[in-house]
């Protein structure tokens, strides 16, 4: 794990793919080269769509021998399916992703309140 100040020093670089600035891509994110789900630690700039494609094992060759990553091991470093790392980026995504739990909550509400006064009018 990095500090705050290391990450501050290590990011002024830029990506590690294309070399683009933090104020360039509106952020730069923390990369880890071995995924997290696999106790991975050690983390390197990458902007927000090279962090997504070599999250999803979408880079090529080239790209990856800039970063340090022989091709032939890459599918070792990526993260487990299933761990979490597809959260919604978006406010709106994350919106919707919590209008759909408010649904599913309400929903389940509804069916046991149903249940219960069907019980006590004899309906059930």
Same mark, same amino acid.
């Given at each position: 794990m990095v500090t705050k100040l290391e990450w501050d =020093?290590?990011? *002024?670089?830029?990506?590690?793919?294309?070399? /683009? $600035? @933090? =104020?360039? =891509?509106?952020? #730069?994110?923390?990369?880890? #080269?071995?995924a997290k789900s696999k106790n991975g630690t050690q983390v390197i700039?990458?902007? %927000? !769509?090279?962090?997504? /494609?070599?999250d999803k094992g979408l880079l090529k @060759? $080239?790209?990856l021998e /800039?970063?340090?990553? @022989?091709?032939? *091991?890459?599918?070792k470093? #990526? %993260? /487990?399916?299933g761990s979490? !790392? $597809? +959260? %919604? +980026? !978006?406010?709106i995504e994350e919106y919707e992703k919590a209008?759909?739990?408010t649904a599913k909550k309400m929903k389940k509400a509804n069916d046991e309140t149903k249940k219960i006064f069907g019980r006590r009018l004899g309906l059930i």
């Amino acid at each position: 794990m990095v500090t705050k100040l290391e990450w501050d =020093v290590i990011k *002024k670089r830029g990506c590690a793919v294309c070399g /683009k $600035s @933090d =104020v360039a =891509v509106g952020g #730069l994110e923390k990369a880890h #080269l071995k995924a997290k789900s696999k106790n991975g630690t050690q983390v390197i700039p990458m902007c %927000p !769509t090279h962090h997504k /494609k070599f999250d999803k094992g979408l880079l090529k @060759d $080239s790209e990856l021998e /800039k970063i340090g990553i @022989d091709p032939e *091991k890459y599918k070792k470093y #990526l %993260p /487990k399916k299933g761990s979490g !790392t $597809s +959260k %919604p +980026k !978006t406010a709106i995504e994350e919106y919707e992703k919590a209008q759909k739990e408010t649904a599913k909550k309400m929903k389940k509400a509804n069916d046991e309140t149903k249940k219960i006064f069907g019980r006590r009018l004899g309906l059930i």
